[in-house]
């Protein structure tokens, strides 16, 4: 929104409300959990694996006992069941005035 005050003065407000920015890129097919697994080299020059042997088997977690135990080389995150993607409200107010230079 704009209103012109006089032939010099402007003033101008906003405001909008965008949604939650997560993308869920990880959890396309895999909701409500989530499970990854990092490899690493020796030190960090070292690759953790090479072209011959490929990308190490994914061993899956047993879910028959209830639970998920997982090795230390797989991390986890659960989201809420249900979800609810949150917003964020943003606003602004300015005046602009345009003044002759002395002269």
Known sequence: MAY????????RAGFGINTNSESFRNNVQTYPEVISA?????????AAGNLVTGIPPLIGPNLSGGSV??????STWVYP???RRGYSE???????AIWAEPG
């Open 4 to 11: 012109r005050i006089d032939e010099k003065t402007v003033a």
């Open 38 to 46: 990092s490899y690493t080299g020796a030190n960090s020059y070292t």
């Open 69 to 74: 135990p997982l090795s230390p080389n797989y």
């Open 81 to 83: 069941s249900p979800y």
């Open 90 to 96: 943003s606003y602004n107010v300015t005046c602009s």
